[in-house]
């Protein structure tokens, strides 16, 4: 297995009303098993995927484990924006990572 990166995500279930920390794993940055918050800036400078200048990224993003109930989603997308990353959602289907080059999408160099 090769390695990646984590970003922590908070996530109310809708079924239990419980807030949930869930760990998604990407490839993007510096990939060597370090875990991010959101808004933080990602390291590079070792085994890098990706480029640091680039403004605008899409990574795919997937779930650490099984999700503990049904209504937290496997898939993600995470955003970053100047190096730091920005937001993470539940998978859209905007985005097709499958065909991709990568694991990443460039929107804005």
């Not at 995500?9 to 875990?35: A, M, N």
């Not at 390291?43 to 484990?65: A, K, Q, S, Y």
Request: glycine fraction near 8%.
């Amino acid at each position: 297995m090769s390695a990646f990166n984590s970003v922590i995500v908070p996530w109310k279930s809708s079924i239990t009303s419980k807030e949930y920390k869930l760990k998604v794993q990407f490839k993007y940055g510096d990939v060597w098993q370090s875990v991010y918050q959101i808004g933080e800036t990602l390291r590079w400078g070792g085994n890098d995927i990706g480029h640091p200048r680039t403004r605008r990224v899409v990574v795919d993003g997937c779930l650490e484990g099984e999700p503990a109930i049904p209504d937290i989603p496997e898939d993600f997308e995470i955003y970053i924006v100047e190096n730091k990353i920005d937001r993470v959602i539940p998978a859209t289907g905007d985005y097709n990572f499958v065909d991709a080059d990568d694991t990443f999408i460039v929107l804005e160099e």
